[in-house]
């Protein structure tokens, strides 16, 4: 079951106009929250990012948290899944006539549930796979914008190189993943690129950033640049659906031993026992 416009509806009943503008002009925001045992984890966060994305594209924010929250309670009533992801988009809503920019249109809200699948923790321990390319995308990485296209590319790519992520590269230092935020850890400091415009503030960062803080591990929102990465003792990347993965190979080449470290377990391990809490 999805939530379309006010109504609880099967996937193929569910239908939105070809005027859509997020159909035409890809001019609407998202959201990806993850529930666990039909928990929805970190909420308010998820819908703070929302409120202030809308707020960026002036969208009116069709509901308030509590109404939010029941759409995803009833979507997640009707769900059979152990793990799972709300997918819930906003559009600037349906035009008359194609046009690059209109106002007081009713936003488009759809929401459906997707499953997150099991990592095995034999896969999870023995680390994932990168490769790095150029940024290449606009400078509002801020908005979670339904716009990907630049990151599909890159996660073709991935797709094709059969890697678990793309790391982007701008000017000289390390943005984010195609899909996530990027970590390193070099003499026990633990670094990720600052909250800018250059990258979307991952709700799963702010929380291993926090993490990493109960466990008095020094972090530094700071930028690192490709080599510091390439030469650092680990490094990790954080998603709302891949909550916290090892990275061990970069371009064909080890991260030193090629083994998830000891900094990315601590706080892989905390992070198990929130979910779980
Ligand atoms: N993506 N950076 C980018 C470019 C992302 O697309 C995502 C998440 C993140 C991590 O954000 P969070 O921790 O809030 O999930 C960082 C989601 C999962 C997606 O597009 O499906």
Redesign the pocket.
């Known amino acids: 079951m999805i939530f379309l416009n006010g109504k609880y509806l099967s996937k193929d009943d569910a239908k939105i106009s070809v005027m859509d503008r997020g159909f035409l002009f890809g001019d609407g925001v998202y959201e990806?929250i993850p529930v666990y045992q039909k928990k929805i984890f970190s909420l308010e966060e998820?819908l703070q990012?929302l409120h202030a994305n809308l707020q960026e594209l002036d969208i009116t924010n069709p509901y308030d948290n509590s109404e939010w929250e029941n759409i995803f309670t009833e979507i997640i009533k009707h769900s059979s899944f152990e793990q799972e992801?709300i997918y819930l988009q906003v559009t600037r809503g349906v035009m008359n006539t194609r046009t690059h920019y209109q106002e007081n249109l009713y936003p488009t809200v759809f929401v459906e549930s997707n499953k997150i699948s099991n990592r095995d923790n034999n896969e999870i321990y023995a680390g994932y796979s990168a490769i790095t390319e150029k940024d290449e995308r606009w400078s509002k990485?801020h908005i979670?914008s339904i716009s990907l296209l630049a990151?599909v590319l890159s996660i073709k790519n991935a797709k094709k190189n059969n890697v678990e992520e793309v790391i982007f590269i701008r000017d000289g230092v390390i943005t984010?993943?195609?899909?996530?935020?990027v970590f390193i850890v070099k003499n026990n400091q633990v670094f990720t690129h600052p909250k800018n415009n250059l990258?979307?503030p991952?709700?799963?960062?702010e929380i291993s950033i926090r993490i990493l803080q109960d466990l008095n591990i020094e972090v530094f929102e700071n930028s690192f640049t490709e080599e510091e990465m390439m030469s650092a003792d680990e490094i990790w990347i954080?998603?709302?659906?891949r909550e916290i993965l090892p990275i061990t190979s970069v371009n064909s080449k080890k991260i030193q031993s090629g083994k998830a470290g000891p900094l990315w377990e601590k706080v892989y391990l905390s992070y198990q026992s929130i979910k779980n809490g």
């Open positions: 990806v998820h990012r992801a990485c979670k990151n984010e993943g195609a899909s996530s935020n990258i979307l991952g709700i799963t960062r954080t998603s709302s659906t």
